[in-house]
């Protein structure tokens, strides 16, 4: 008789279950490795949250410089002009030296419930010089022993929202800039080297941003309130923007604009003690011109209308650059009678004008030859004849308004390593309304491509009007930098300058009220570079 081995049937699920078993954990220990380890309260991710994105730029330098701020009240901080309203003043015996330091940090959140169509950008400052006060508030101080200073600096707090495809629109404290460009995908330098170069509007304003940009054009319209004061009153400075670039060719580009500034504050407002507007201190301190205005009411509106053009503005297509603008601005100012009237005061009618020329000869964008002229008209004779025919910028309304600053010089023209103190010879491009014809000469050359760079330049400039008492020849000024890259956006650099006043500076209208002239002035510094992300 043959024996049956009897199995029962629940033993039959036994290798099933093991198999699972073993499947599932293969599946857990995949998930574990790839997403981390999810406890009670507690997650170890091993990706960032891209939705957050946080970047920091952070710059320190050393410097020795004859020049420097006369008022104590100031400690070292100083924008403007120099020899100005600001109290600089040169020195053959007295030398500043100081280090000083920045951190730029920028916030991007753009959560993914949204589709990445809507953004939160915010970008703060934390400026000091080294040891300078502790246990205080204010900004640009805070690293004295023990440190312990309330000095964070809000730049921009500002919501991007895409509507649609090529459209974006900005709201909320942004970046206020005298160009078409995408303000938060391009580049510094870029925006710095094209259309009106920052040299018009570079600063931070609060408003509401539109742009469209297409493969071919892109165009920006704006509303920035500059001045809001007594809410319930007509008292305010409001800045209205039109913008637009096409591309017309893929080396040539062509742009056309209309700014307006509609005030009527009266100088109500501004920066700090010094005010703000065509009559304020703060014009004579940022090196505009001041208009001799009485206290009387007065509104005033100004409009910029100017054309630019750019040939391979990145330098990359071949080894020609080329870029320009010209830009005229009109308006008026009306001031109130005693019988509740306006009567116009002045009239304003004057014209910038800017060309750059590069030449590549190797195979870096730093391989190059470049020449950066500028021209803007000036005025004589004040008021007298009720005319104003120089040039207006930001810098009239805030400071700085306007920063011109890449074209290679340091002090004639103002440059851009900087941390507390923004001064030069020719700080804002009126130049005082007496106005400036000069320019820059730079060749810059890569001695290892893309690692080790160096410049020598120069830089001059004449005055169309002359100030009383003094000449038209405003100085020439030699300069030069080494740079080395220790890594992707982490550079040492070393800068010198020296300028050699001209007879400009025989007037003591223009030196601080000297009638000697001033000493020449220069400066060198160490710095260093890290754009962190």
Sequence with gaps: MKSR??????????????????????????????????????VLPQKANKELQVFAYFYQQNVAQNYFPSNDFLKGQIVGRLFGNNTTVTSDSLHSLYAEQRLLPFLIYAPKIFDNKVTLRTSFEIDWTWGDVAYGTGGNFGSAISADQVNIQTQNVEVELIPAKHW???????????????????VFDKMANTSYR?????????????????????IKAGFYKLYENNVELNDDVTLFELNGQINLHSKWNVGASCYWVHDRSSGKGGVSILGQGFASNLATYNGTFRFPLNSDLYKADVFWLG????????????????????N????????????????KTADILGVGANLRVGYRYGQTTNDAVMADILFTSGDENSLDDKKYSGVLTGNTWGSPG?????????????????????????????NMGLGVAGGT?????????????????????????APTGGGNFMGVEINGKVGYDF??????????????????????????GSSNRPVNPWVGFICLKWLIF
């Design 5 to 42: 081995l009897l199995i029962n049937p629940k033993m039959k699920r036994i290798p099933l279950l093991i198999s699972l078993i073993l499947y599932f954990s293969k599946l857990f220990s995949q998930d574990v490795q790839t997403n981390g380890f999810k406890g009670f309260d507690r």
């Design 168 to 186: 974006t629109v900005n709201v909320g404290l942004q970046r206020l800039y005298d160009t078409p460009h995408d303000l938060y995908r391009t």
């Design 198 to 218: 920052l040299a018009y509007w570079g600063t931070d304003g609060v408003g509401i941003s539109v742009r469209r940009e297409s493969d071919y054009s892109k």
């Design 307 to 326: 054309s630019y053009f750019s040939r391979n503005e990145d330098f990359m297509i071949d080894k020609w650059l080329l870029s320009g603008f010209v």
């Design 328 to 343: 005229v601005n009109a308006g008026s100012i009306l001031q109130k009678n005693a019988d509740k009237t306006f009567r």
């Design 402 to 430: 306007g920063i011109f600053i890449g074209h290679g010089g340091y002090l004639l023209f103002p440059h851009g390593n900087v941390v507390n103190r923004f001064v030069a010879a020719v700080s804002d491009i009126s």
């Design 441 to 465: 000469l730079n060749l810059s050359h890569d001695f290892i491509p893309n690692k080790l760079h160096t410049k020598i330049g120069t830089a001059a400039a004449l005055a169309p009007v």
């Design 487 to 512: 890594g992707a956006f982490l550079t040492v650099e070393a800068h010198a300058a020296y300028l050699s006043l001209g007879d400009f500076y025989d007037s003591s209208v223009v030196n601080g």
